[in-house]
């Protein structure tokens, strides 16, 4: 009898952290509560056409590429290590904390994407790292985090492992909060931010697959909407902290941006400081029905992201 699969039931995903990039380990730590994911698989066939016929006189087999999509509801945060470089972990029990900054050289990882039936089928993506990463929260749900990542291999298998569910709480709009060079953000209604990476495929004469990939400019952005119920926000991106009711005659200091979410009463949070922050875009629709809203891009220069946990650096 032929099987079908659904992810709801069936699938998983795990990964764990390469020694040597593209050298395979075990996967077995989770990412989070993993709401999809779509594995890509490119051959980008390279064709041959010369005269004397509409059709192609040859086909040969282009290079490989493999990537990952993914979303999560926010847990504790391990694919940030991947999208950031870096992992400092601290505490002595629980909580733990884990601060996540910039490296020059991106960890790489080995992610396993299984179904398990009566009939398995597993797809092992070698190599792995992180393009791209944003995280993200709405009145709607909980802080999530979509990541784009890239492979120098996969393998496909038929032994599927077991999943990993981890009990953490997810982090609801509700304990979501953001200040802006100092001073709260007033009935803020969503935020999102992203880093990327500019991954570069090593590319060679004689093989088909990538030797991996250079991590090229990391860039930090994210935007934010809130109620129109002041004007502090808009002050701020015409003159920084000071503020003004004009756009400012010179150049100013960015600032520090704070997004938190922060359930206290499990000592469970998510604490982002981004520093030398500046305000990129302003817009502010208004219609006939409904609240006016305005809504604001920035970027920034670095960052520091801290999750609280109870997840020992042992168990990291």
Not at 8 to 37: F, H, M, P, Q, W
Not at 241 to 246: D, H, I, L, P
Request: proline fraction near 3%.
């Amino acid at each position: 009898m032929t099987e079908n699969y659904t992810g709801l039931a069936n699938a998983y995903v795990l990964i764990g952290k390469e020694s040597e990039e593209g050298t395979g380990v075990s996967a077995t730590k989770d990412i989070g509560i993993v709401t999809d994911i779509n594995t890509s698989w490119t051959n980008e066939p390279v064709p041959s056409r010369g005269m004397s016929s509409r059709n192609l006189d040859q086909l040969q087999l282009g290079q490989f590429r493999f990537s990952v999509d993914v979303t999560c509801e926010f847990q504790h945060g391990r694919l940030l290590e991947y999208a950031m470089g870096a992992v400092a972990h601290g505490g002595a029990s629980d909580p733990y904390t884990h601060t996540f900054t910039s490296a020059d050289t991106l960890p790489s990882m080995s992610m396993e994407i299984g179904l398990d039936k009566t009939t398995d089928d597993t797809e092992k993506l070698l190599g792995g790292k992180v393009e791209s990463y944003t995280l993200a929260c709405d009145m709607s749900g909980v802080v999530t985090e979509r990541a784009t990542i890239r492979g120098m291999n996969v393998l496909t298998g038929t032994t599927a492992g077991t999943a990993v569910t981890d009990d953490l709480p997810t982090l609801p709009w509700a304990v979501s909060s953001m200040t802006t060079f100092g001073g709260g953000v007033t009935q803020l209604r969503s935020w999102e931010w992203t880093v990327t990476n500019a991954l570069e495929p090593i590319d060679k004469m004689s093989a088909y697959r990538p030797d991996g990939h250079v991590a090229g400019a990391q860039d930090f952005s994210g935007k934010f909407t809130a109620a129109f119920t002041d004007t502090n926000e808009r002050s701020k991106f015409l003159a920084g902290q000071t503020g003004q009711t004009a756009p400012a005659t010179a150049d100013f200091a960015g600032g520090t941006v704070a997004i938190t979410s922060d359930l206290s009463a499990s000592n469970r949070s998510l604490v982002m400081t981004l520093t030398d922050t500046h305000f990129a875009e302003y817009t502010r629709p208004i219609a006939v029905a409904g609240m006016i809203l305005q809504d604001f891009t920035f970027t920034h220069r670095t960052a520091s992201i801290v999750s609280e946990n109870d997840i020992a650096s042992g168990s990291w």
